[in-house]
């Protein structure tokens, strides 16, 4: 087998490695690593919780001294920070690595000090092999260190007319139980869940991610500018981080708001400033945020240009033009102004279909 095959093959295992803490890394990014003798595997590891070991240096330990000599293949570029963990970079260079291969550089080292050190110290350093696969792995860590703002996901369900409830409300449920399952895992992955008042009161829903792993429990985010949540509202029930923002001028006055977080935000007629919402849960290390809401907020998000990716879930029912509309979207007087959308994956799911689209420019 070629080098360039041999690089190829550890990295993707890497990859798949990293995958493994999809759900569980908060705020760190998912990273996998390996270490190789040609073609043999000595070590492997992919970092699990945030303030516990990383990938590379779960992958030594298991390598134990034929880590001396060896290529790491790493997903993403070794810390060379002190942070809750000791420098990743320290821990190499003692090990006595060869070679090193990385796939993404890490937007939020300082100047590539961590690759400065590794070749200081003699290693060989190779970077961007599955550049872009590692990055998509890790987009919202990413859009938060580089744009300095959450990865946006809008999750949304509809019949085949568009439609997303009967014109009373009743929306429960259009798609099926796989499509519904398929939902959790997405938000599992999330960093927060973001909902507006109108689903609240519409629907008192609960946005939490229900799958078999443990201690899965992504922030809960109301849009609340009047405080108008209820008291015995499953989103006030203080089992998971709840954060609710309002406008200045609102203040709670009763104890229905005692178990979660209130903050007080920019706002105007239209609502909260969405900008400010992003700005304040970037701050709070959310990475990726999923917004499920009502169509009003839904097309808030999208006209204001902060949607990055659209997750549409349609059912093989009609629910006729009584009924509720996707989006709320400004009106349109000419076809060159409307909203692009690009496919990045389509597949069945149960008896629906999901599609993750992306805006185009």
Same mark, same amino acid.
């Given at each position: 087998?070629?080098?360039?095959?041999?690089? #190829?093959?550890h990295m993707a295992h890497a990859l798949r490695l990293a995958e493994r803490g999809l759900y569980t890394t908060q705020p760190? $990014? *998912?990273?996998?690593?390996?270490?190789?003798?040609?073609? /043999?595997?000595?070590?492997?590891?992919?970092?699990? #919780?945030?303030?516990?070991?990383?990938?590379?240096?779960?992958?030594?330990?298991?390598?134990?001294?034929?880590?001396?000599?060896?290529?790491?293949?790493?997903?993403?570029?070794?810390?060379?920070?002190?942070?809750?963990?000791?420098?990743?970079?320290?821990?190499?260079?003692?090990?006595?690595?060869?070679?090193?291969?990385?796939?993404?550089?890490?937007?939020?080292?300082?100047?590539?000090?961590?690759?400065?050190?590794?070749?200081?110290?003699?290693?060989?350093?190779?970077?961007?092999?599955?550049?872009?696969?590692?990055?998509?792995?890790?987009?919202?860590?990413?859009?938060?260190?580089?744009?300095? *703002?959450?990865?946006?996901?809008?999750?949304?369900?509809?019949?085949?007319?568009?439609?997303?409830?009967?014109?009373?409300?009743?929306?429960?449920?259009?798609?099926?139980?796989?499509?519904?399952?398929?939902?959790?895992?997405?938000?599992?992955?999330?960093?927060?869940?973001?909902? &507006?008042?109108?689903?609240?009161?519409?629907?008192?829903?609960?946005?939490?991610?229900?799958?078999?792993?443990?201690?899965?429990?992504?922030?809960?985010?109301?849009?609340?500018?009047?405080?108008?949540?209820?008291? &015995?509202?499953?989103?006030?029930?203080?089992?998971? $981080?709840?954060?609710?923002?309002?406008?200045?001028?609102?203040?709670?006055?009763?104890?229905?708001?005692? #178990?979660?977080?209130?903050?007080?935000?920019?706002?105007?007629?239209?609502?909260? /400033?969405l900008r400010t919402v992003l700005r304040v849960l970037a701050e709070r290390g959310c990475n990726e945020v999923q917004v499920?809401?009502?169509?009003?907020?839904? &097309?808030?998000?999208?006209?204001?240009?902060?949607?990055?990716?659209?997750?549409?879930?349609?059912?093989?029912?009609?629910? &006729?033009?009584?009924?509720?509309?996707?989006?709320?979207?400004? *009106?349109?007087?000419?076809?060159?102004?409307?909203?692009?959308?690009?496919?990045?994956?389509?597949?069945?799911?149960?008896?629906?279909? *999901?599609?993750?689209?992306? $805006?185009?420019?």
């Open positions: 087998m070629n080098q360039v095959t041999l690089d #190829h093959m760190n $990014p *998912r990273v996998g690593c390996v270490v190789a003798h040609g073609e /043999e595997v000595v070590g492997e590891g992919w970092h699990v #919780h945030a303030g516990e070991a990383h990938a590379e240096v779960l992958a030594l330990r298991a390598a134990g001294v034929r880590a001396h000599g060896a290529t790491v293949y790493v997903t993403l570029e070794p810390c060379g920070l002190q942070g809750r963990t000791p420098p990743c970079v320290d821990a190499l260079i003692a090990a006595g690595i060869a070679r090193v291969v990385i796939a993404s550089e890490d937007a939020s080292q300082h100047a590539g000090d961590a690759l400065a050190r590794l070749r200081k110290a003699g290693i060989e350093v190779e970077t961007g092999l599955m550049r872009e696969t590692a990055r998509g792995l890790n987009r919202g860590f990413f859009s938060r260190i580089e744009r300095d *703002r959450p990865w946006l996901r809008l999750k949304l369900a509809m019949s085949l007319d568009g439609r997303t409830a009967l014109a009373n409300g009743a929306s429960k449920w259009i798609t099926g139980a796989a499509a519904r399952a398929d939902v959790q895992r997405w938000r599992a992955r999330s960093s927060a869940i973001l909902t &507006g008042i109108g689903s609240v009161l519409a629907d008192d829903p609960r946005l939490t991610a229900r799958i078999d792993e443990t201690h899965i429990a992504p922030l809960r985010v109301v849009l609340d500018r009047d405080l108008r949540t209820p008291a &015995g509202a499953h989103l006030l029930d203080g089992s998971v $981080p709840t954060l609710v923002f309002h406008a200045q001028g609102s203040t709670p006055q009763d104890g229905r708001f005692d #178990h979660v977080e209130c903050l007080a935000s920019a706002s105007d007629a239209a609502g909260l /400033e499920e809401a009502g169509p009003r907020l839904a &097309g808030a998000w999208l006209a204001a240009g902060l949607v990055d990716e659209l997750l549409l879930y349609i059912a093989p029912v009609l629910l &006729g033009d009584a009924a509720q509309p996707l989006l709320a979207l400004p *009106r349109l007087d000419d076809l060159a102004a409307r909203w692009r959308m690009q496919v990045v994956e389509q597949g069945q799911v149960g008896e629906d279909w *999901r599609l993750l689209l992306r $805006p185009q420019a």
